[in-house]
């Protein structure tokens, strides 16, 4: 058993080094090779801490320019990429060519061509000289070879395409033709200016991303990986289903401190994947739900992915409102996930492990008193953290390290009272039957993660500087952690304080290396937004998804999905993001801002980027897939399409968020609004997933799953019966344009219904939504770009301001356009009243299929109480002192002799094979007449002999194993396949309870 356990744990362990080769670099040099490479990733680990701290300033000294910084950013990257990314699989793998070196060296020498040579380029600007375009076509080609050797061929190839439409654009179709571009005009554009691969992504990158990769680093280092997974499982790990669970509350809790879904599934992968496995979980579902659980970890807040920070440079809004208005989706997401696990272990006859539960009532209060209690720590920290620089005035940063310090070293000493969980030891994992030793072991590694919500949020610093001090943070836990536990412990310190150095400059290292990949990946990415730039592919891309979609909202949205999924089979997340945004975002704003939706731009680059995190776990490309079913051993094709099934919750999300726009917490009023969206959002996922699924609480039928769809839809989006019931906006007729028009508030647009008649005999009518300024109703409409006239009854558009809105949405002086009128809002009644049709029908479906599940229980049971299947004897159950169980003639279990006497309905039904779960469950929870109830803490279902052809749930022969029965609360865990005697206690009587096989 030992040996079968530790093979198990080599080849996981293969899997993951493989995977991290993969994703970090797969030579392994030795000597100096190896030695360069660690320290050049330490060196920039190092520069990026020094960059992005305040001691430069304050010493004026080491103070680099945004060009210089990202310069010897990209030069970082392509020299470790060429050093620990052969050019081939079959390339030499513990050696470097010379090739690899003269290659490395080169494309470093092009990165920092323009720190180098800055003060000559700000000289020059605009003219290139031979050698700038020279050095700048080698570094696009050797930036390209070096993303295809890390991102594969897709990333490099999506490039290649945009360069060719750059040289080319003349022999492209009329429709997205251009006039191209001369050798020198794009080697400025690409490499010489901020335009292009030292843009805006590679930027994102330098400042923020690194630090943030570097802080995940640390942790996972230091151990908080383990300890999060812990966590889980103490929470979740005991029921149904509980280690899929517990494996989407620990990547949830992962998203806290790392934005990769690469990352969350190796770090995580290991310990759920084999647990899932272990109770029944196929491989493919144990890898797929990892991948769905991993692949959310980008849009859990407060460390998102890459694309998170970019969406901050891209809409002009603090990160830290980002993170405020995406955690209400990401919750939402992992949610509808949670309930989804929960329907496949029920689905798959799974029960709890057995652990004692406490009542209702005790929860409850425990969970009050929590959240109290961390409500009143998070107050008093605020009012501590507000009094400490009006004491201290200048010194307040060395207070506020103090403070830390002291709050470091007392979770340290609380954490020591407490057992520590082994890494990888899933035994442990599954052992844990209480939250509170598990939270306090490791309370201290929340310690970073708080001063980066609090930096963020509260004091509002920018999310560079904000992860700097969560990174000095982790420095000290690193540095102190263990030696001052063996110091406690009265153990060696000196092996200590080297296992700490260790661990510090193996974040460092690792830092730098998964940098490697994403700091290439926004470098390309910027070839594609330069030549969107260059070309105006922007504009032609909008008029050609407008005249695709017709105009027509959610045609585009649908369009916008269909291209993110596909790019990514191809394109990482933040490569997916930067395109879709780049491409159609402007497209999904300005159209629905033409037809008067007001999405707000915050929501529209939300959208892109959920379609983006569905890269991962998008087949035939699917890394997170290729990650888990490495670990899971199962088809990685199949695996990414039952993740990507899985990922359906996440791809619905976006277009609900885009038209109810409270669950961004956008436009919430108070607390009750909010617990209303929240609630409502909640039961609506729930729909969702029950549809996907086919099962709620049994088997979902046609008609169940069509109410399901509309209370989905009158939970997530209630303004649609609304306005259906109430239109938002009464029509005036057109002489009373010009006088409403004029009577509209400064800063509310003017809603205007137009019909052109176009040359080929189409009419379309449309609303339009316009801005204006000034006073009056003439000149307001001027304002907005339009003149009107009358024609005799007819109010017509004489003519249309040049690049005005309304050009831009088709008006124009050859198709004549007629004005019908003017829209303006009436009062209504609040649109969540019109959630409760879905309440009532999600209730209706619930207790139809509550019903059915005890019908079909009962049916399970044969024919009742009272007579028994085939005409046999009734069932009779009787309880005995040191009697044991048996199986009588007429089927039944029975314990001979006793006081109390009831009759148990038999519990087998060839024709229900699943039913002796619920008819044994039954009869061990409380059958018997005069006894108290009885909880039995673990028994195991199996089958010992399977039916010829049948599926593995179809037995004709099932044993039940246990080793012990107890009353509720006393805690007794069983194990399965244990084929021991136990002892069943009522008071003052025992039975012993033996093995048991029922036959067919």
Same mark, same amino acid.
């Given at each position: 058993?030992?040996?079968?356990?530790?093979?198990? *744990?080599?080849?996981?362990?293969?899997?993951?080094?493989?995977?991290?080769?993969?994703? +970090?670099?797969?030579?392994?040099?030795?000597?100096?090779?190896? !030695?360069? /490479?660690?320290?050049?990733?330490?060196?920039?680990?190092?520069?990026?801490?020094?960059?992005?701290?305040?001691?430069?300033?304050? #010493?004026?000294?080491?103070?680099?320019?945004?060009?210089?910084?990202?310069?010897?950013?990209?030069?970082?990257?392509?020299?470790?990429?060429?050093?620990?990314?052969?050019?081939?699989?079959?390339?030499?793998?513990?050696? #470097?060519?010379?090739?690899?070196?003269?290659?490395?060296?080169?494309?470093?020498?092009?990165?920092?061509?323009?720190?180098?040579?800055?003060?000559?380029?700000?000289?020059?600007?605009?003219?290139?000289?031979?050698?700038?375009?020279?050095?700048?076509?080698?570094?696009?080609?050797?930036?390209? @070879? !070096?993303?295809?050797?890390?991102?594969?061929?897709?990333?490099? $190839?999506?490039?290649?395409?945009?360069?060719?439409?750059?040289?080319?654009?003349?022999?492209?179709? %009329?429709?997205?033709?251009?006039?191209?571009?001369?050798?020198?005009?794009?080697?400025?554009?690409?490499?010489?200016?901020?335009?292009?691969?030292?843009?805006?992504?590679?930027?994102?990158?330098?400042?923020?991303?690194?630090?943030?990769?570097?802080?995940?680093?640390?942790?996972?280092?230091?151990?908080?990986?383990?300890?999060?997974?812990?966590?889980?499982?103490?929470?979740?790990?005991?029921?149904?289903?509980?280690?899929?669970?517990?494996?989407?509350?620990?990547?949830?809790?992962?998203?806290?401190?790392?934005?990769?879904?690469?990352?969350?599934?190796?770090?995580?992968?290991?310990?759920?994947?084999?647990?899932?496995?272990?109770?029944?979980?196929?491989?493919?579902?144990?890898?797929?739900?990892?991948?769905?659980?991993?692949?959310?970890?980008? #849009?859990?807040?407060?460390?998102?992915?890459?694309?998170?920070?970019?969406?901050?440079?891209?809409?002009?809004?603090?990160?830290?409102?980002?993170?405020?208005?995406?955690?209400?989706?990401?919750?939402?997401?992992?949610?509808?996930?949670?309930?989804?696990?929960?329907?496949?272990?029920?689905?798959?006859?799974?029960?709890?492990?057995?652990?004692?539960?406490?009542?209702?009532?005790?929860?409850?209060?425990?969970?009050?008193?929590?959240?109290?209690?961390?409500?009143?720590?998070?107050?008093?920290?605020?009012?501590?953290?507000?009094?400490?620089?009006?004491?201290?005035?200048?010194?307040?940063?060395?207070?506020?390290?103090?403070?830390? =310090?002291?709050?470091?070293?007392?979770?340290?000493?609380?954490?020591?009272?407490?057992?520590?969980?082994?890494?990888?030891?899933?035994?442990?994992?599954?052992?844990?039957?209480?939250?509170?030793?598990?939270?306090?072991?490791?309370?201290?590694?929340?310690?970073?993660?708080?001063?980066?919500?609090?930096?963020?949020?509260?004091?509002?610093?920018?999310?560079?500087? !904000?992860?700097?001090?969560?990174?000095?943070?982790?420095?000290?836990?690193?540095?102190?952690?263990?030696?001052?536990?063996?110091?406690?412990?009265?153990?060696?310190?000196?092996?200590?304080? $080297?296992?700490?150095?260790?661990?510090?400059?193996?974040?460092?290292?690792?830092?730098?290396?998964?940098?490697?990949?994403?700091?290439?990946? +926004?470098? =390309?990415?910027?070839?594609?937004?330069?030549?969107?730039?260059? =070309?105006?592919?922007?504009?032609?891309? *909008?008029?050609?998804?407008?005249?695709?979609?017709?105009?027509? &909202?959610?045609?585009?949205?649908?369009?916008?999905?269909?291209?993110?999924?596909?790019?990514?089979?191809?394109?990482?997340?933040?490569?997916?993001?930067?395109?879709?945004?780049?491409?159609? *975002?402007?497209?999904?704003?300005?159209?629905?801002?033409?037809?008067?939706?007001?999405?707000?731009?915050?929501?529209?680059?939300?959208f892109c980027l959920y379609f983006g995190v569905m890269a991962d776990a998008t087949p035939p490309v699917a890394l997170a897939a290729f990650a888990a079913s490495g670990i899971s051993g199962g088809n990685p094709f199949k695996t990414g399409v039952q993740g990507f099934i899985y990922e359906l919750r996440t791809a619905v999300l976006p277009f609900v968020f885009l038209y109810n726009q409270e669950i961004l917490l956008i436009n919430i009023r108070n607390a009750w609004h909010f617990t209303w969206v929240l609630l409502t959002s909640a039961l609506a996922c729930i729909a969702f997933a029950s549809i996907t699924q086919r099962y709620?609480?049994?088997?979902?039928?046609?008609?169940?799953?069509?109410?399901?769809?509309?209370?989905?839809?009158?939970?997530?989006?209630?303004? /649609?019966?609304?306005?259906?019931?109430?239109?938002?906006?009464?029509?005036?007729?057109?002489?009373?344009?010009?006088?409403?028009?004029?009577?509209?508030?400064?800063?509310?647009?003017?809603?205007?219904?137009?019909?052109?008649?176009?040359?080929?005999?189409?009419?379309?009518?449309? +609303?339009?939504?316009?801005?204006?300024?000034?006073?009056?109703? @003439?000149?307001?409409?001027?304002?907005?770009?339009?003149?009107?006239?009358?024609?005799?009854?007819?109010?017509?558009?004489?003519?249309?301001?040049?690049?005005?809105?309304?050009?831009?949405?088709?008006?124009?002086?050859?198709?004549?356009?007629?004005?019908?009128?003017?829209?303006?809002?009436?009062?209504?009644?609040?649109?969540?009243?019109?959630?409760?049709?879905?309440?009532?029908?999600?209730?209706?479906?619930?207790?139809?299929?509550?019903?059915?599940?005890?019908?079909?229980?009962?049916?399970?049971?044969? *024919?009742?109480?009272?007579?028994?299947?085939?005409?046999?004897?009734? %069932?009779?159950?009787?309880?005995?002192?040191?009697?044991?169980?048996?199986?009588?003639?007429?089927?039944?279990?029975?314990?001979?002799?006793?006081?109390?006497?009831?009759?148990?309905?038999?519990?087998?039904?060839?024709?229900?094979?699943?039913?002796?779960?619920?008819?044994?469950?039954?009869?061990?929870?409380?059958?018997?007449?005069?006894?108290?109830?009885?909880?039995?803490?673990?028994?195991?279902?199996?089958?010992?002999?399977?039916?010829?052809?049948?599926?593995?749930?179809?037995?004709?022969?099932?044993?039940?194993?246990?080793?012990?029965?107890?009353?509720?609360?006393?805690?007794?865990?069983?194990?399965?396949?244990?084929?021991?005697?136990?002892?069943?206690?009522?008071?003052?009587?025992?039975?012993?309870?033996?093995?048991?096989? &029922?036959?067919?």
């Open positions: 058993m030992t040996s079968s356990s530790g093979a198990t *744990a080599h080849s996981h362990n293969t899997v993951i080094e493989q995977m991290l080769e993969r994703e +970090t670099g797969r030579r392994k040099p030795k000597g100096f090779p190896h !030695a360069l /490479i660690l320290i050049v990733a330490v060196s920039w680990s190092l520069f990026q801490l020094w960059i992005c701290s305040p001691v430069p300033y304050s #010493i004026g000294f080491g103070v680099f320019n945004d060009t210089a910084t990202r310069a010897l950013h990209l030069g970082f990257a392509v020299f470790l990429c060429y050093l620990g990314f052969p050019f081939l699989r079959s390339s030499p793998s513990d050696r #470097i060519p010379l090739y690899d070196w003269l290659m490395a060296m080169a494309a470093a020498f092009c990165a920092c061509y323009l720190f180098i040579f800055q003060a000559e380029l700000a000289r020059r600007p605009g003219i290139p000289a031979t050698q700038d375009v020279a050095v700048a076509v080698a570094g696009v080609i050797l930036l390209l @070879e !070096a993303t295809r050797r890390v991102m594969g061929l897709p990333m490099t $190839l999506v490039a290649i395409l945009f360069l060719v439409y750059v040289f080319f654009g003349p022999y492209f179709p %009329d429709l997205v033709s251009h006039r191209g571009a001369s050798l020198t005009r794009a080697a400025s554009q690409f490499w010489l200016t901020q335009e292009g691969v030292f843009g805006v992504p590679l930027g994102v990158s330098t400042s923020f991303v690194f630090l943030y990769v570097l802080f995940g680093a640390m942790l996972e280092n230091a151990g908080a990986g383990t300890y999060l997974t812990a966590l889980s499982f103490s929470l979740l790990g005991r029921l149904r289903g509980g280690p899929a669970k517990a494996a989407v509350v620990a990547s949830g809790l992962h998203g806290l401190i790392s934005g990769s879904s690469i990352a969350n599934v190796l770090t995580c992968g290991p310990v759920t994947i084999l647990l899932m496995k272990k109770v029944g979980f196929s491989a493919e579902k144990a890898g797929a739900i990892e991948v769905a659980a991993g692949s959310n970890g980008q #849009i859990m807040p407060p460390v998102m992915g890459a694309a998170a920070f970019l969406m901050a440079e891209y809409t002009n809004i603090p990160y830290s409102q980002i993170i405020k208005h995406a955690f209400v989706p990401a919750c939402l997401a992992y949610f509808s996930l949670l309930y989804i696990v929960h329907i496949e272990a029920v689905k798959m006859g799974m029960e709890s492990s057995g652990r004692s539960v406490s009542p209702l009532k005790a929860r409850l209060l425990r969970c009050l008193l929590l959240c109290s209690g961390g409500a009143v720590i998070v107050c008093l920290a605020y009012y501590l953290l507000a009094w400490i620089p009006a004491v201290f005035k200048g010194y307040s940063f060395l207070a506020f390290g103090a403070l830390l =310090t002291i709050c470091y070293v007392i979770l340290l000493l609380v954490s020591l009272r407490f057992p520590q969980i082994p890494e990888g030891d899933t035994d442990a994992l599954m052992g844990i039957s209480s939250v509170t030793p598990v939270l306090f072991a490791g309370l201290y590694y929340l310690l970073p993660t708080f001063v980066l919500v609090w930096g963020l949020m509260v004091m509002e610093m920018s999310p560079g500087l !904000a992860a700097y001090y969560a990174c000095l943070i982790m420095i000290l836990i690193l540095l102190t952690q263990r030696p001052f536990v063996a110091l406690m412990k009265r153990e060696p310190v000196k092996p200590r304080i $080297l296992e700490a150095v260790s661990r510090l400059l193996s974040s460092l290292v690792n830092g730098a290396k998964n940098m490697v990949g994403i700091g290439l990946a +926004t470098a =390309t990415a910027g070839i594609v937004v330069g030549a969107v730039s260059l =070309t105006g592919v922007g504009q032609v891309l *909008a008029s050609l998804v407008e005249l695709i979609s017709g105009g027509y &909202l959610p045609a585009v949205l649908v369009l916008t999905a269909v291209l993110a999924i596909i790019l990514g089979m191809g394109l990482p997340t933040t490569a997916n993001y930067i395109i879709v945004s780049t491409l159609l *975002a402007p497209v999904i704003y300005n159209i629905s801002a033409a037809h008067g939706l007001g999405i707000p731009l915050l929501a529209v680059h939300l709620m609480l049994v088997k979902t039928r046609i008609w169940e799953m069509a109410a399901l769809a509309f209370a989905m839809m009158f939970l997530f989006r209630p303004d /649609i019966a609304q306005d259906i019931v109430y239109p938002p906006y009464r029509e005036l007729p057109p002489a009373q344009v010009l006088e409403t028009v004029e009577a509209l508030p400064v800063g509310e647009p003017m809603r205007l219904r137009l019909e052109t008649v176009f040359g080929d005999g189409r009419v379309v009518r449309q +609303t339009v939504v316009l801005p204006f300024e000034g006073d009056g109703g @003439e000149k307001r409409l001027e304002s907005a770009g339009m003149y009107v006239a009358w024609q005799g009854a007819d109010l017509m558009v004489d003519d249309v301001g040049y690049g005005s809105r309304l050009e831009r949405l088709g008006v124009n002086m050859e198709d004549p356009t007629r004005v019908l009128g003017v829209e303006v809002p009436v009062s209504r009644p609040s649109k969540w009243l019109f959630s409760v049709p879905g309440l009532l029908m999600l209730a209706g479906v619930y207790m139809a299929q509550r019903r059915r599940k005890r019908a079909e229980g009962l049916a399970g049971g044969g *024919a009742g109480a009272d007579a028994a299947p085939g005409g046999g004897s009734p %069932d009779t159950v009787r309880a005995d002192a040191e009697s044991p169980l048996s199986v009588e003639a007429g089927g039944g279990l029975s314990a001979a002799g006793g006081s109390g006497e009831a009759k148990a309905p038999w519990p087998f039904s060839p024709s229900r094979p699943s039913s002796p779960f619920r008819g044994l469950s039954r009869l061990l929870q409380g059958s018997f007449r005069g006894f108290p109830p009885i909880a039995c803490s673990r028994t195991t279902l199996g089958c010992s002999s399977p039916a010829s052809g049948s599926k593995s749930s179809e037995c004709r022969r099932f044993s039940l194993t246990f080793s012990a029965i107890s009353s509720p609360g006393s805690g007794v865990c069983l194990r399965p396949g244990s084929q021991a005697e136990g002892s069943l206690t009522f008071p003052g009587q025992g039975i012993k309870l033996l093995l048991l096989a &029922l036959e067919a």
